[in-house]
């Protein structure tokens, strides 16, 4: 193997560390952000249960009341996963 062919390899092989890493830390934010979604509409979920008003529902989770109606609506019909 010539000089050359080293370079491509070696260069090759850095992309693919490169590309694995990225691909990584991408998963690793997306699964982040699901879990912190999936911990909202629980607190959702349960703060509607024990009767807490939209407005309030929305002040605590920093989200417009619209949507918190929504997410209620929405966990009602498909209560998320008590652990």
Known sequence: MGIEEAIIQ????QAMREG??????????E???KGKWQKTRLFIFRADRKGMSVADIAELVDLPEEEVEALIQEV????????
Request: charged share 35%.
């Open 20 to 29: 694995r890493n990225t691909g990584i830390q991408k998963g690793l934010k």
């Open 10 to 13: 070696e260069l090759k092989a």
């Open 31 to 33: 699964g982040l952000e």
């Open 76 to 83: 009602r019909l498909n209560p998320p996963e008590e652990h």
